[in-house]
């Protein structure tokens, strides 16, 4: 029952994501409506990331954790960009690049065992093939690191234009992480067909 509860909460935060994602994009940068709903999306991803966690201690496959510190990272990051505009690194900002570094040995690593064939990760029986992805990911991850990590001759991090694009760079590989997990595990494993079947048709 507590797995089933939370994996509707890590459903409906990872569909309210989804639907926020698409109204930032099309909302006008800068104005009081594209704030809002990305505060709405930035929450969501939080809670898909705090539930993914909780979902692999419930035993749920080891990548679902791994793609929630992903996504929470980048996520973060992202709406750092956008409120950090004197640039300053703080701890905060610290912290993520800490977060970010452990995702992407995290994503090598689960890539490395899948390859193997080992049984140490639990996964969803797609084969070692299946290990490319968190392969992709450990790299995407790694890239966002190194250009978090980037400071200008004052120590201070992206301003005005360069602050923006990274803000969009960050924030767009979050929405590709949401769709891409979307794709690999409700719609592959059909959860939501497993969840509207167990809500909707009474049990015998």
Same mark, same amino acid.
């Given at each position: 029952?507590?797995?089933?509860?939370?994996?509707?909460?890590?459903?409906?935060?990872?569909?309210?994501?989804?639907?926020?994602?698409?109204?930032?994009?099309?909302?006008?940068?800068?104005?009081?409506?594209?704030?809002?709903?990305?505060?709405?999306?930035?929450?969501?991803?939080?809670?898909?990331?705090?539930?993914?966690?909780?979902?692999?201690?419930?035993?749920?496959?080891?990548?679902?954790?791994?793609?929630?510190?992903?996504?929470?990272?980048?996520?973060?990051?992202?709406?750092?960009?956008?409120?950090?505009?004197?640039?300053?690194?703080?701890?905060?900002?610290?912290?993520?690049?800490?977060?970010?570094?452990?995702?992407?040995?995290?994503?090598?690593?689960? /890539?490395?065992?899948?390859?193997?064939? /080992?049984?140490?990760?639990?996964?969803?029986?797609?084969?070692?093939?299946?290990?490319?992805?968190?392969?992709?990911?450990?790299?995407?991850?790694?890239?966002?690191?190194?250009?978090?990590?980037?400071?200008?001759?004052?120590?201070?991090?992206?301003?005005?234009?360069?602050?923006?694009?990274?803000?969009?760079?960050?924030?767009?590989?979050?929405?590709?992480?949401?769709?891409?997990?979307?794709?690999?595990?409700?719609? /592959?494993? /059909?959860?939501?067909?497993?969840?509207?079947?167990?809500?909707?048709?009474?049990?015998?």
């Amino acid at each position: 029952m507590l797995q089933m509860a939370i994996l509707i909460v890590h459903i409906f935060a990872g569909s309210i994501a989804l639907c926020t994602a698409a109204g930032a994009f099309m909302t006008k940068k800068g104005r009081a409506w594209h704030a809002r709903i990305g505060k709405i999306y930035s929450f969501a991803m939080m809670m898909v990331a705090l539930s993914s966690f909780m979902l692999v201690v419930l035993g749920a496959p080891f990548f679902l954790l791994m793609i929630g510190i992903f996504s929470g990272y980048i996520v973060a990051v992202g709406w750092r960009r956008a409120v950090n505009r004197k640039g300053e690194v703080v701890k905060i900002d610290r912290i993520l690049i800490a977060i970010g570094i452990i995702g992407a040995l995290g994503l090598f690593v689960t /890539s490395a065992v899948i390859f193997s064939g /080992s049984n140490l990760i639990k996964s969803n029986g797609e084969g070692r093939i299946f290990g490319i992805v968190p392969l992709v990911f450990a790299g995407i991850c790694g890239g966002l690191v190194w250009v978090q990590t980037r400071v200008d001759e004052k120590g201070l991090a992206p301003r005005e234009k360069l602050r923006i694009t990274q803000h969009v760079i960050f924030m767009g590989s979050g929405t590709i992480a949401t769709v891409t997990a979307f794709l690999l595990t409700a719609v /592959s494993n /059909s959860v939501f067909l497993w969840i509207i079947l167990r809500l909707l048709v009474p049990l015998e």
